[in-house]
Nanobody, 127 residues
């Protein structure tokens, strides 16, 4: 059974930091691209960042570049999203997703085509 389990969400003040984790199981981790999407109330889902597990290639949305860092731990089958200098505009439900054939910028643009999804973790940033 494929599972993507997110954790690490919470409430912080603007300027603060959080680290999200996505623990993956049930598929070949090294063959996947894994990334993060977010959806705020009343807004469309947005691709945030992704990493190709095999070669470590990372991709970021312009809105988070320089503030968020994605990384992977191949020994733990886990992907992390370090979020620094958080802004109230970052408030959203953050989802982890994985795909075995789509990667890079296309991964962030083609949410509807991705293979696997987690259930989300809520991030709330107050001003």
């Amino acid at each position: 059974e494929v599972q993507l389990v997110e954790s690490g969400g919470g409430s912080v003040q603007a300027g603060g930091s959080l680290r999200l984790s996505c623990a993956a199981s049930g598929f070949n981790f090294d063959d996947a691209t894994i990334g993060w999407f977010r959806q705020a109330p009343g807004k469309e889902r947005e691709g945030v960042s992704c990493v190709s597990i095999g070669d470590g290639l990372t991709t970021y949305a312009d809105s988070v570049k320089g503030r968020f860092t994605i990384s992977r731990d191949r020994a733990k089958n886990t992907v992390y999203l370090q979020m620094n200098n958080l802004d109230p505009e970052d408030t959203a439900l953050y989802y982890c997703a994985a795909d075995l054939s789509i990667y890079g910028r296309q991964f962030l643009r083609r949410a509807g085509a991705l293979d696997y999804w987690g259930r989300g973790t809520l991030v709330t940033v107050s001003s």
